[in-house]
Each structure stands twice: as structure tokens, then as C-alpha cells.
């Protein structure tokens, strides 16, 4: 009964490497965010689509690609890792201004 | 940066005492939100409260918000270890669900 669910929970790889971090939601949602937080939780916005159309994109590298192939999921694709990509990772979803978190993904890249 | 501030940055207090978090942000805002994040999860939803509005309570949670000195803080009575969390504020600018995070209180009860 898992409302936000990431997969996976922790990702350890090799710098140069791609990775993919799936986001899956139930609460029936229609915008989801995805976030990045430092080793300060420091916690910062990288996109938001809202009915599978991307409507917040930050500054952020075009190695990172989110793609939703529904408004239940919003995956996000990391190419060529570098290390300051190591942070955990949290999707989140929104009905109205609340926001519901899922459990993170901590990504270490060595 | 439209981040906001937190204060203080660490907070140690003994179950039973009262803990107040202050946050601190630059520009308007639509509301301001506060959030929960226990060891190694996501963050929960505590509280939100608009820009027209001065004060909420929830439970044991009390926020207050002064917009003209652009501040919250959020205070906790009668707190018990399970409180023990980092406590983040975020404020929505636009109503457009982009949220932006202070930095956060990380706050310990001890039993």
C-alpha cells in the first residue's frame, strides 16, 4: 500500500556508467517531482511534470533525463555518472500543495 | 538564491520540552509548508499555512508565519523521542507546487 515507491534504494556504480531510478506512484496524482538532496540535506528541485508534460526543469545537467510514461510513474536516467552525482534522490507526488515523498534512492558514485 | 534559512541548525532537548524552529525566506510567498524527514526516509507533510494567515495548529504543532519580516516558526510542544527528525520549511511562491527548501533543523529528544 506503498503510496510514492522508488526503485532502487541504493545504487553504488562506477563513474562513466548510466543509470536509471524508477518512480512509481498510487495516490492517483497528477504531478510528480523529483529532487535531489546533498550530503548537507541540502534539498533542491530538478523537474516536476504534471500529466505526463514536464513543467519545472532547473538547472540542471542534460545528463539527467526524466521520461513519464504515465502520470502514475516518472522515471529519471543519469548518463556518463560523475561524483558529484552521489545524493539521494527523492520523487515526490502533489494533490493540491501537499507534497508526498517516497523513501529516496541514495546513488554513490565511485 | 531564494533558499531559505534555518535556525538553529541542530536542537537537543530533553522529552517533555517544548522545541521551536525558525525559518527564515526571500521573497513573497503563496504559503509556506513544513516537513519531516526521519533518519534515512522521505519527508512527510506536517503543516501548511497561507501567506494571510498568522498563525495554525496541528496536534502538538504550532506555526506562526510574519510576512512582513519574512519568518516562520514552527514549535513543537511536549516533545517525545519519536519527534527526533530533521524539520524542513519550504515556501510555494506561485501556487505552482515548486517548493523551496531551507536547509533544515535536525532536532534530537532525548528519553
Known amino acids: 500500500d506503498t503510496a510514492v515507491s522508488q526503485t532502487p534504494k541504493y545504487l553504488v556504480t562506477q563513474m562513466g556508467n548510466d543509470k536509471s531510478i524508477k518512480c512509481e506512484q498510487n495516490l492517483g496524482h497528477d504531478t510528480m517531482y523529483w529532487y535531489k538532496q546533498d550530503s548537507k540535506k541540502f534539498l533542491k528541485i530538478m523537474f516536476s511534470?504534471?500529466?505526463?508534460?514536464?513543467?519545472i526543469n532547473e538547472t540542471v545537467p542534460n545528463r539527467f533525463s526524466p521520461k513519464s510514461p504515465d502520470k502514475a510513474h516518472l522515471n529519471l536516467h543519469i548518463n556518463s555518472l560523475e561524483l558529484g552525482d552521489s545524493a539521494v534522490y527523492f520523487c515526490?507526488?502533489?494533490?493540491?500543495?501537499?507534497?508526498?515523498f517516497g523513501p529516496g534512492t541514495r546513488l554513490t558514485v565511485l | 538564491s531564494q533558499q531559505g534559512e534555518e535556525d538553529p541548525q541542530a536542537l537537543s532537548i530533553q522529552e517533555g520540552e517544548n522545541a521551536t524552529m525558525n525559518c527564515s525566506y526571500k521573497?513573497?510567498?503563496?504559503?509556506l509548508q513544513w516537513y519531516r524527514q526521519n533518519s534515512g526516509r522521505g519527508l512527510v507533510h506536517l503543516i501548511l499555512i497561507r501567506s494571510n494567515e498568522r498563525e495554525k495548529h496541528s496536534g502538538r504543532l504550532r506555526v506562526t508565519l510574519d510576512t512582513s519580516k519574512k519568518s516562520s516558526s514552527l514549535l513543537i510542544t511536549a516533545s517525545r523521542a519519536a519527534d527526533t527528525a530533521s524539520y524542513f520549511c519550504?515556501?510555494?511562491?506561485?501556487?505552482?507546487?515548486?517548493?523551496?527548501f531551507g536547509q533544515g533543523t535536525e532536532l534530537s529528544v532525548k528519553p
Open positions: 511534470y504534471n500529466n505526463k508534460e514536464l513543467i
Open positions: 519550504a515556501t510555494d511562491w506561485n501556487q505552482g507546487g515548486k517548493l523551496i
Open positions: 521573497t513573497s510567498i503563496n504559503n
Open positions: 515526490a507526488s502533489r494533490i493540491r500543495n501537499e507534497q508526498f
